[in-house]
C-alpha cells in the first residue's frame, strides 16, 4: 500500500475556490523520471496523488549520503505545486511553515523544499504503508486496541500543534498515514490556521465533507478553536471503528436540529463489542455543541494513556459539578461587590455567567502534581498556595489568574491551591482560557504582567542552586 495523498487540496478544502489551469506556458508538467533541484536533486519516480493545487510524488534522493545527518533519506514523498498563483501558493507555504514548526515523531519530517515559481514543491518523510483511508476498505472491524493507538498518536501530533497555536482543520483518514509499526501520523496541514480565527481572515471554508465540525459546516469561523481539532479526530476513531468512510456517508452527520446531542449515531448502534469507555471517550469529542467538548487534547489525552497503561483514569470534572450548584442571584450578589471596572465589564457579559464557581472552605481547588486542565479567574476570596505541605503565600486579588500557565502547557500542577473561607472564581478550561484571553486584549496583558512578577522573584540559577532547579 502506498502512501496517499490525494486528497491534496482538492477535497480537504470544502467550497475552495476551482483550481487554476496549468499555465499555458508552463511547458511539460513535472512526471516520471524528471529530475528537480533545491537544496538536493531528486527524481520522480511515482505518482502517490493528485489534487487541485499539485501532485504528490515518489521520489529519489540522488545526492544521499549516508556519512550526512542534515541528508534526505532515499525515498522521500514529494509534493509538487501544480499551480504558481494565488490561492496554491498560499497553501503551500502555510503546510511548510506549519510543517517545520513543529517536531515530533507523529508529523512528518520536512527535509527540503523550494518556493520557485517555476516547480516550487516540499520534500517529506515517505511513508509506503499509505494513509487510514487506503486500508479502511480492506482491514474490516478493527481490533478495539488499535482505536485506542490511533486516538493516542493523533491527539499526541494535535498537542504539539495546538502549543504552537495551529489548528489543523482537515483531520480525516487520508490525512492519517500509517507508521508500519502499528501506529498514525498526522499529515497535511495546507489549511492550519492560528488558533484564533476571526471571520473575513479565510478564503474559504476549510475541512472536508463529513469529517467537518459543525461550526465548519455553518462556516461559524468565530467558533473554531481547540475543540474544532478534537471533533476531527473524533469523527476519524469514528469511522476508523465502524469502518465507514464519512465522505461517503456524509447522510450519517446530523445537524444542530436542537434535538441531537451528537454529531454522529452512537458506535454502539454499529459496533457492539466496543466497550463503554472507548465510545464514551470518541463521542465526548463529537458534541454538536463546542462548549460540550473537552476543552483541551491534553484532557483527552490523559484519558487515553490512563487507559493503555492500565492506571485509573479520575475525571476533572469539579467545574461542571460546582457550576450546576450556582444560583443567579449569588452571582448577582458577587458581581455586584466587584470592584474593578475591567472585570465587571466581563463578567456583565451575557454568558459569562457560565464559568462561576463556588469552592467552600478548605476545599481544594487543584492539588500539586495532579493534571489538571482548568485555570481560575479569583472574583472573590482568599486562596492558600502551598508546595510540600508548606504555604508559600495567600492570593485575595481581585482578578488574579490561578494555575493559567500548567492550563495552557498541559503540565501537572507545581502548587496545591486551597480555599481560605469562601471562594468565588471563574474556572475555564484550555480553549475557553485562549479564548478569553484573545477576546480580552486588556486582560491578557494582565495575566502576562502577573507572570513577569513572579518571574521576576525566581532567584537567578548559578553553581549553588543549579543542582537544586
Known sequence: MEQSFSDDTATQVAGAPAPEPPDANSGTQPGFGTELRARYRYKL??????????????ARCLDRDPRRDDCPPESVALKILGSRRGTATDLLKRELSAMLALDHDRIPIVF?????????????????????????????????????????????????????SLLHLDIKPANV????NGGYVLTDFGVSQASRI????????????????PEQREERFDQYDLRTDLWGIGATAWAMAT?????????????????????????????????????????????LDPGLRPG?????????????????????TFAAAHRSNVSETEIDEVIETLVDPLLLSICRRRGFRGYFVKFEDGETMCAEGEKSYYALLLLKGTVSVTRNSKELTRISREGSFLGEVATLASMPRTATMVAAGDVWACVLNAAELER????????????????AHRLSKIPPLDEKNLDER
Open 198 to 213: 476571526e471571520r473575513g481572515l479565510l478564503p474559504f471554508s476549510v475541512g472536508s465533507r463529513g469529517y467537518q465540525a
Open 45 to 58: 519516480y511515482k505518482k502517490l496523488g493528485r489534487g487541485a493545487f499539485g501532485s504528490v510524488f515518489l
Open 177 to 180: 498515514l500509517l507508521d508500519g
Open 243 to 287: 469502518g465507514l468512510n464519512l465522505a461517503e456517508r456524509s447522510d450519517l452527520v446530523r445537524e444542530d436540529d436542537g434535538n441531537a446531542i451528537y454529531g454522529l449515531p452512537p458506535l454502539s448502534e454499529f459496533r457492539i463489542n466496543l466497550s463503554p469507555e472507548l465510545e464514551e471517550v470518541i463521542m465526548s469529542l463529537l458534541h
Open 112 to 164: 527540503d523544499w523550494t518556493l520557485d515559481e517555476d516547480t516550487a514543491f516540499v520534500v517529506m518523510e515517505y511513508f509506503p504503508s499509505g494513509s487510514l483511508r487506503d486500508v479502511m476498505p480492506l482491514q474490516g472491524a478493527v481490533e478495539e486496541e488499535a482505536i485506542w493507538r490511533l486516538l493516542a498518536d493523533l491527539l499526541q501530533a494535535l498537542d504539539v500543534a495546538h502549543r504552537a
Open 436 to 451: 478569553f484571553l484573545t477576546c480580552n486584549p486588556a486582560m491578557a496583558l494582565r495575566v502576562i504582567r502577573y507572570m
Open 296 to 316: 483541551s487534547v491534553a484532557e483527552v489525552l490523559a484519558r487515553v494513556q490512563a487507559k493503555s497503561s492500565g492506571a485509573e483514569w479520575s475525571a476533572d
